[in-house]
Nanobody, 122 residues
């Protein structure tokens, strides 16, 4: 059993900052990729930033230069530092990870957190 738990969402003013955290726990053998997606009202879920299986980072064009993804492998945790926030960043932010568990080491599955709401408004 694997759980992803996000924290750090909330209300920020335009131009402000927030930092999201996502911790993976459970019977984890290996994490192959981990990152953040978001879904605004009436929109599809989209990639925000992620570490790929190859260890590189991907960012949505809309957040490049403003958001930074980082991780602590020892804690199975990924962070998203969000600066210069805009009202259009308002969304539910979801953590995603591709994980192989101790009981199925050859099977890499997608896991999702429950999401954390980020609201950018004055």
């Amino acid at each position: 059993q694997v759980q992803l738990v996000e924290s750090g969402g909330g209300l920020a003013q335009p131009g402000g900052s927030l930092r999201l955290s996502c911790a993976a726990s459970g019977s984890i053998f290996s994490i192959y990729a981990m990152g953040w997606y978001r879904q605004a009202p009436g929109a599809e879920r989209e990639l925000v930033a992620a570490f790929t299986r190859g260890g590189t980072t991907n960012y949505a064009d809309s957040v490049k230069g403003r958001f930074t993804i980082s991780r602590d492998n020892a804690k199975n945790t990924v962070y998203l530092q969000m600066n210069s926030l805009k009202p259009e960043d308002t969304a539910v932010y979801y953590c995603n990870a591709q994980i192989a568990t101790n009981t199925a080491r050859l099977s890499v599955l997608d896991y999702w957190g429950k999401g954390t709401l980020v609201t950018v408004s004055s």
